[in-house]
């Protein structure tokens, strides 16, 4: 059964610091990951996909990583700002089927 | 492009009532998954359908259900509703022929509230 876990739960920064998400998988048989961002109350926003095949994905100031073989990928985000405050979460998608296999998020504050 | 939609954006029902939420797929799309989140958790893949077909199940009770329509919209009906049920129902649409993505498309959840 694949678990996905997600460090730290919570983090706080000051506006402007570059910062990195992580996310680790027990099954490495995965078909994608894919990195969501929900604000409080909200549905998911997806922010980044990438394939098994990729090593990295990057959009703006988000660039996801994955490592299969180790089952970790990192988000790094850049120069944060005060929107970018909300919930991160990860999750993979297990080859053979088309379900996505959740985190449960880094709650990301961040203070002007 | 129409995104996903769901209705209503908040319920809240009385333990043992019975409830049925529903999504709008985005265009072109032709899966539906349905997820349970509750507070502070991930979110939990409850049922996903593939042209109207049932295509996977997670953990969930026979008293979750679902449809799907000719238009690929979908409802999950849920019945003898508990406490515990209270969650985020988050809906999402693929389409599963585009074998280079699978990527979902998520709606805005509806809040259900069980008292």
């Known amino acids: 059964k694949q678990e996905v876990t997600q460090i730290p739960a919570a983090l706080s920064v000051p506006e402007g610091e570059n910062l990195v998400l992580n996310c680790s998988f027990t099954?490495?048989?995965?078909?994608?990951l894919q990195w969501f961002r929900q604000d409080p109350g909200k549905g998911l926003t997806s922010l980044l996909l990438?394939?098994?095949?990729?090593r990295e994905q990057t959009s703006g100031r988000l660039n996801a990583s994955l490592d299969k073989s180790s089952g970790r990928s990192t988000l790094y985000i850049a120069a944060s700002q005060p929107g970018d405050s909300a919930t991160y979460l990860c999750?993979?998608?297990?080859?053979?089927?088309?379900?996505?296999?959740f985190g449960k998020g880094t709650m990301l504050l961040v203070s002007p | 492009e129409t995104g996903v939609t769901q209705s209503p954006t908040h319920l809240i029902k009385t333990r043992g009532q019975q409830v049925t939420l529903r999504c709008s797929s985005q265009?072109?799309?032709?899966?539906v998954s349905w997820y349970q989140q509750a507070l502070g958790q991930g979110p939990q893949f409850i049922f996903q359908?593939?042209?109207?077909?049932?295509?996977g199940r997670g953990n969930f009770p026979p008293r979750f259900s679902g449809l799907q329509f000719p238009n690929y919209s979908s409802e999950l009906n849920v019945n003898a509703l508990e406490l515990d049920d209270s969650a985020l129902y988050l809906c999402?649409?693929?389409?599963?022929?585009?074998?280079?993505?699978?990527?979902?498309?998520f709606g805005p959840g509806t809040r259900l509230t069980v008292t």
């Open positions: 999402a649409s693929s389409l599963a022929e585009l074998e280079d993505s699978y990527e979902q498309y």
């Open positions: 099954d490495s048989a995965i078909y994608n």
């Open positions: 990438i394939q098994s095949s990729q």
């Open positions: 999750a993979v998608m297990n080859s053979g089927y088309s379900t996505l296999t």
């Open positions: 265009s072109g799309h032709n899966t």
């Open positions: 359908y593939y042209r109207e077909e049932e295509n």
